[in-house]
């Protein structure tokens, strides 16, 4: 099992930055891979970004490509998503979830976090 809890969500102005934070539970968060995802009400979860077990591979969708970054610290149980160049179409309730695999598809992740909402104005 592992639990996951969003943070660093809030407000900020189009070109602005934020990081948000995914803490996990459990003592087997090195073995998942993480991904990211985002969901606007009413609409389909939408892939962000996702990071294999040891950090060694990212993949991004293309939408966020150049100015979002996905890290981890297992040591830390932590997977970050780092956001640049914040748009106002990026608003979204960003999700963190695990997988055994390093995909882009929600259906193969076992795990999710609340969310935490993320809004940027323009």
């Known amino acids: 099992q592992v639990q996951l809890v969003e943070s660093g969500g809030g407000l900020v102005q189009a070109g602005g930055s934020l990081k948000l934070s995914c803490a996990a539970s459990?003592?087997?968060?090195?073995?998942?891979?993480m991904g990211w995802f985002r969901q606007a009400p009413g609409k389909e979860r939408e892939f962000v970004g996702a990071?294999?077990?040891?950090?060694?591979?990212?993949f991004y969708a293309d939408s966020v490509k150049g100015r979002f970054t996905i890290s981890r610290d297992n040591a830390k149980n932590t997977v970050y998503l780092q956001m640049n160049s914040l748009k106002p179409e990026d608003t979204f309730v960003y999700y963190c979830?695990?997988?055994?695999?390093?995909?882009?598809?929600?259906?193969?992740?076992?795990?999710w976090g609340q969310g935490t909402q993320v809004t940027v104005s323009s």
């Open positions: 979830a695990a997988s055994e695999r390093t995909t882009r598809n929600p259906d193969e992740y076992d795990y």
């Open positions: 459990g003592r087997t968060f090195s073995r998942y891979a």
């Open positions: 990071i294999s077990w040891s950090g060694g591979y990212r």
